[in-house]
């Protein structure tokens, strides 16, 4: 027989494979990846849902820190930051814990969690007496920065990190 009078036809290939539908692999996996997002989205809105307080305290101790660079009276700048530590604390531990504390214990517990001890013997300890001084009376040699800034670290750390 003839190579030439064989009656064949060219070859056709088959149509490409689409994109759509999508395999149930890939249904599978944008699911995962949905509920993957979801839950860190969530995560995240918790996390900086319970940081709230922390970030208003610290914009509100720069405020005081700016209104004491103005008036100058230690006495209200001590009043003011332990209010604003006391209800900072009060946001992030148990009310049973932190509420009935005074004194050295108070001082104590803000010790707690920091690497070194801002309050019982460091420039935080004046927050004991500050807010109840005459301003006349106080010493020209108190250091606010050293309280401001040991207030700072408090409100910067995490309450129950060491726990």
Excluded: C
Excluded at 1 to 11: F, H, N, V
Excluded at 78 to 83: I, N, Q
């Amino acid at each position: 027989m003839d190579p030439q009078a064989i009656p064949l036809r060219s070859l056709h290939l088959p149509e490409p494979v689409g994109w759509w539908p999508l395999a149930p692999g890939w249904w599978l996996l944008i699911v995962v990846l949905v509920i993957a997002s979801a839950l860190l989205i969530r995560a995240w809105l918790k996390r900086r849902a319970r940081s709230a307080a922390r970030r208003q305290a610290l914009r509100q101790l720069e405020e005081s820190r700016s209104a004491y660079a103005y008036h100058g009276n230690p006495v209200t700048l001590g009043a003011e930051v332990s209010e604003l530590l006391r209800r900072t604390m009060l946001a992030y531990a148990p009310r049973a814990e932190v509420a009935g504390l005074t004194g050295d214990a108070w001082l104590a517990w803000l010790d707690r969690d920091l690497d070194e001890p801002q309050f019982r013997e460091g420039p935080g300890r004046n927050l004991l007496e500050l807010p109840y001084r005459n301003p006349a009376t106080v010493a020209e040699d108190l250091d606010i920065d050293g309280m401001l800034a040991a207030v700072r670290q408090r409100l910067q750390t995490p309450v129950g990190r060491g726990a």
